[in-house]
């Protein structure tokens, strides 16, 4: 892995010259030891002691990163175990954490060639989608590196390298800013709600992909009626729902045949919800009492899971 740093390619060496890699150890800042004793009183969510400045270095030299001020200080001050955070002491690990660097290139991958995921700030978007991608991961080369905080919550490490950068989530929607910084974002796991910024610092890269992700989400489908699909529907509470639920699939890139099949069964009309097909039309008179028995049976069960019309009908208090 390159050590990758907003925008250029530094040697390893680099890292030598940090002068918190002396063996005095600096003073923490407030901030990490609050954001570890809040992280002690969440429930199943164990503190181990902090990494030393030694094994910060064979991490950083190991995949080829530096961390970020304020993570590296929280870091030292406890190092949190579970399923969703990084392993940074185990040698045994290496593997997986390199893995945990590796994503946001496959998710922004599979957004650009999925999706047609584009960002202006990128060019003119070649021609194909081996070029686009070929392009994206010079990219990726060259801006600031991720570094994994919890799950697929990432901070970049930048230069100069220094605290208070904005925590990204990546995942297979996106990216988008979820926090101001990784102070906020980990004091606020477990709460109702992120504190939320009204200003985060600019990330070269990553804060483009992230704002064209959010325009994309509320910019990509104009909503405009939806041609009576729900007239025979009397509730006009329920038809605002419909109506709502419609759109938030086509804005979370369904088409309009996808979601009409996701929201109205096959053989049934979109306006009153009755079947449109009779099965035992045709058959023999000595067959047709038990196709009608067997076809009212059928329409039975189908009348359970009809529509999502049904299921919101059957909600209601």
Known sequence: MNHRLAGIISPLGHITTDPFRSSAKPPLPVYSQTTINHLKSLTGLEVSPGLTNQEISAVESSLGFSFPLDLRSILQAGLPVGAEFPNWRSGSTRNSL????????LHVSNIVIRNGFWVDSWGTRPG?????????KKLMEIAPVLVPVYGNFYVPSTTPNLAGNPVFQVDG???????????GFLQGLNRAEYRRCSRQRRVEFWSDVAE???KTTVMAVERVPTRGWWSGCDDERLKACLDDAFWKLREAGWTDDEVRDMMMMDGVRRDTCDSTEHTCDGIDEGERDKCTEEEEDDQKKLSEVTTLRHLLVTQEP
Not at 98 to 105: A, D, E, S, T, V
Not at 128 to 136: P, Q, R
Not at 173 to 183: A, E, F, P, Q, R
């Open 98 to 105: 390199f893995f945990l660097f590796k994503f946001p290139l």
């Open 173 to 183: 929607d996106g990216v988008k800013v979820l926090s101001c910084d990784v102070v």
């Open 212 to 214: 064209r992700g959010s």
């Open 128 to 136: 194909s989608d081996a070029e686009a991608m070929s392009l994206v």
